[in-house]
């Protein structure tokens, strides 16, 4: 059993309250959720299942406060995020949310550890970039451009980048997904250690419904709704996956 297994668990890090939200494209509306209720526990790995076009990179952004609700509401532990104005927005996103998107968005003249010193040079209490290269499997990269690098290696990159600033939730939509199976392994082995190792409550956002395997818990997402929540009864390694 994980350590995320654990009574801890029932600590919420964040959650979301019937959440709404509508796009409005000339006479058309959008609605891309449509009430959903969702709770992230602490130190927890989370897959979110399902289609494209379901709401998954919706509900992400607004749990991590680049977007905002049409109605209802997000809480971080203590703090709700939905009644503060765009500074509350923006220390929430510096401080407690790292994200990892499907495309690295690295800066190609940057070092990898440049890269990641991006971040930790406004976090509050930030790693050292090579500690955070060194957990995602990187510490021999440090001087290495995003060009000499594989995908693999920049999105490991976007990743130490993502949990320098020691965040206490991560956000990951789709990280991979520009990649092939055996690379893509590579990437969830490294968010699996940054989730036992740090402790960090970690979300992951895929259509692959192998990845589910590697979570503490996989909530199905379908039409804007959560459709259902199951624990799994132990996480596989995210090295024993295939696809």
């Given at each position: 059993m994980s350590p995320s297994s654990s009574a801890e668990q029932q600590i919420i890090t964040l959650e979301g309250r019937s959440l709404t939200k509508t796009y409005h494209t000339g006479a058309v509306d959008v609605h891309a959720?449509?009430?959903v209720d969702i709770s992230?526990?602490?130190?927890?790995?989370?897959?979110?299942l399902g289609?494209?076009?379901?709401?998954?990179?919706?509900?992400?952004n607004i749990l991590g406060g680049l977007d905002t609700p049409s109605s209802?509401?997000?809480?971080?532990?203590d703090t709700e995020i939905t009644d503060?104005?765009?500074s509350v927005l923006t220390r929430y996103r510096r401080f407690h949310v790292g994200f990892v998107f499907q495309f690295y968005n690295l800066i190609p003249s940057l070092t990898a550890s440049e890269n990641v010193s991006l971040v930790t040079e406004i976090a509050g209490d930030p790693m050292d970039p090579a500690e955070a290269l060194t957990l995602v499997g990187l510490g021999e990269r440090l001087d290495h451009f995003p060009a000499q690098l594989s995908g693999g290696e920049q999105q490991r990159v976007a990743i130490a980048r993502?949990?320098?600033?020691r965040p206490d939730v991560?956000?990951?939509d789709e990280p991979t997904g520009a990649l092939d199976s055996e690379t893509g392994i590579l990437v969830l082995e490294a968010i699996e250690r940054v989730n036992r190792e740090l402790g960090t409550t970690t979300a992951v956002i895929t259509h692959n419904t192998v990845i589910g395997e590697m979570a503490d818990r996989v909530i199905h997402f379908g039409d804007g709704?959560?459709?259902?929540?199951?624990?799994n009864a132990s996480r596989r390694a995210a090295g024993e996956l295939s696809w």
């Open positions: 959720l449509r009430g992230l526990y602490n130190g927890e790995l989370v897959v979110l289609p494209s076009g379901s709401g998954k990179s919706t509900l992400l209802g509401r997000v809480r971080f532990r503060g104005d765009e993502a949990i320098a600033k991560l956000l990951c709704h959560v459709v259902s929540s199951e624990r």
